[in-house]
Each structure stands twice: as structure tokens, then as C-alpha cells.
């Protein structure tokens, strides 16, 4: 490096932040294909209906048929208790 700072000129300048200026540069900004990015929700995962949450003490072979009947069905074993109980409530 020849050791100039070809920076050292810059000035920081305040940006323009009047509605009228924003609204122009947004118009422009969109004709040459830029598109606003602010998001439109609220992010991250929604919330599950499911909130009651259980922990059952059960003996290992319990606790790995119920898992591997889960995994089997595609479903969440909190899924699973939920069908168990409706049918014993149907009986």
C-alpha cells in the first residue's frame, strides 16, 4: 500500500427521512425490482394448540411401544395419548 486513505474524505450526512422522500425512494426502489423485505408477520413457529403438557412415569417397554407406535403412525406421541383417550372415553 502506497499509504493514502482514499476514505478520508468521506462525511457522514444525515438521510433524507421526511414521508414524502421515503415514499419516492420506496417507488423507485420497486420500479428497478427491489421489493420491501419487512416482514409481514410475526415470525417463528405458531403456537401449538396443544398446551397442556404431561409427564408420565411408565416402565421402558411402555414408554418405547408408545414411541415406536408414534413413529409408526407418523404422529407425536402427545398425538397418540390423545387417540388412546378418546377411545377409552368411547367404551
Given amino acids: 500500500m502506497n499509504g493514502s486513505n482514499r ?3 468521506l462525511k457522514a450526512r444525515p ?3 421526511t414521508v414524502e422522500e421515503v415514499r419516492r ?6 420500479a428497478r425490482g427491489f421489493l420491501d423485505r419487512t416482514p409481514r408477520k410475526k415470525p417463528g413457529r405458531k403456537p401449538s394448540p396443544r398446551t397442556y403438557q404431561l409427564h ?12 415406536s407406535e408414534a413413529e409408526r ?3 407425536t406421541q402427545g398425538q397418540l395419548i390423545e387417540r388412546m ?3 377409552y372415553k368411547t367404551d
Fill in 73 to 75: 403412525l407418523g404422529i
Fill in 7 to 9: 476514505l478520508a474524505g
Fill in 25 to 30: 425512494v420506496d417507488e423507485v426502489g420497486e
Fill in 56 to 67: 408420565p412415569k411408565v416402565f421402558p417397554r411402555v414408554g418405547e411401544a408408545i414411541a
Fill in 15 to 17: 438521510k433524507d427521512t
Fill in 85 to 87: 383417550w378418546d377411545f
